[in-house]
């Protein structure tokens, strides 16, 4: 081969060609990933290993010490990837990025990180730059922030997820798009260095609301489950027996076939190592939350959501219940384990 030519593996090709440039002139592309939590981390590590060397990733979390292992992570890792940089500020990561990712706890973190990040003004390039925010916040709040980004001439998109912290690690998590059709061709390459499945929902807040309205439906299903199940055994049922029944039956749903509230049942479930790991249910109150919100601003009646409501913030008061995966609702039910 020539000095100096460019061997364009089947892969590779495949790749520029999702990624909207040209084989022969390769570009550099520069990201941001703000928000390095459990989520974050996790995601923007799996995002710097399969960019390319000639990529640049710039990394922020108001906790330095996040960033900073981050980065010690990335640039130690056998993995190679993108060239990564630590950035000062929300701002300082964005300034001259492509692509900017955030994942950020709440709807409050994500107005204020934008309303600064989109302070000094987006540059003018060629294709706008892209904002994907794969925060679980509310759609009122994600199409405030899409507004402020498109003033600024920027292009928004909500990518929230599931797949939780195991899912974020192994690079499986599925992803719920809110972005213009026009967009997608775009945006699914760059999630799928993170995840498995793109589900493009429809317009920009669409993910978002479709992440939510299953989270509520889990939410219900795991307390139903747990009551259900709380029931058979008080009956005198064999908790697996009664699994089996329900998971052949009409009954059926995540909660009672993969995390079953009852220790045993089903060896992977977090009940099964004293309800650790898993879904905390600090985070399914909070999408509930979210829920109840949405469903007041699009007036939908959400018959069931306080009393579920109440259920998860009682089941967090508890000691033996608080920071454990949200199908402990069985312990707080007196459940016996
Ligand atoms: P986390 O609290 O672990 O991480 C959030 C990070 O954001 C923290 O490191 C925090 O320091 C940083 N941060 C807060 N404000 C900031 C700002 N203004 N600028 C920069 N960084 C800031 O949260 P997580 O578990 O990683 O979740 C992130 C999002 O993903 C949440 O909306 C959550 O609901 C959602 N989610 C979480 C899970 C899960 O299992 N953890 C699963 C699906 C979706």
């Known amino acids: 081969m020539m000095k100096g030519t460019i061997r364009i593996t089947r892969l590779g090709s495949k790749l520029a060609a999702r990624r909207g440039f040209s084989t ?68 300082d990561a964005a300034k001259e990025s492509d692509v900017t990712i955030t994942c950020l706890p709440e709807p409050q973190h994500v107005r204020s990180a934008y309303t600064e990040l989109l302070s000094p003004g987006l540059p003018a390039r060629p294709r706008p730059s892209l904002f994907i925010d794969c925060s679980t916040i509310d759609p009122s709040s994600s199409r405030e922030v899409a507004a402020l980004v498109e003033q600024a001439g920027g292009v928004f998109v909500d990518a929230p997820m599931s797949g939780g912290v195991v899912g974020a690690t192994a690079g499986t998590l599925t992803f719920m798009l809110g972005a213009p059709d026009s967009l997608v061709s775009r945006v699914e390459p760059i999630l799928l260095r993170m995840g498995r499945r793109v589900l493009h929902c429809g317009a920009q807040g669409a993910g978002l609301s479709a992440k939510l309205a299953n989270n509520y439906l889990l939410a219900i299903n795991n307390i139903a489950t747990a009551e259900a199940m709380n029931l058979g055994v008080k009956w005198g049922l064999d908790p697996k027996v009664l699994a089996g ?67 998860y913030e009682d089941a967090e008061e508890e000691e033996q219940c608080r920071g454990r995966d949200f199908s402990v609702v069985y312990r707080y039910l007196g459940g016996q384990e």
């Open 245 to 311: 029944v329900i998971n052949v039956s009409t009954g059926k749903c995540w909660p009672s076939e993969v995390n079953n509230p009852v220790p045993g049942v089903v060896e992977t479930a977090p009940a099964s190592r004293d309800y650790k790991g898993g879904f905390g249910i600090g985070l399914m109150k909070k999408d509930l939350k979210l829920a109840m919100i949405a469903a007041q601003e699009a007036g939908a009646r959400l018959e069931l959501a306080p009393k579920a409501k109440d259920v």
């Open 24 to 91: 022969t002139s390769r570009q550099l592309d520069n990201y941001a990933f703000i928000g390095l939590g459990q989520m974050g981390f996790q995601m923007a590590r799996n995002l710097q290993s399969k960019l390319s060397p000639n990529d640049r990733v710039r990394l922020f979390d108001i906790n330095t010490a996040a960033a900073e292992q981050l980065a010690h992570e990335m640039k130690t890792s056998q993995a190679g990837g993108a060239a990564v940089e630590l950035a000062k500020s929300a701002a």
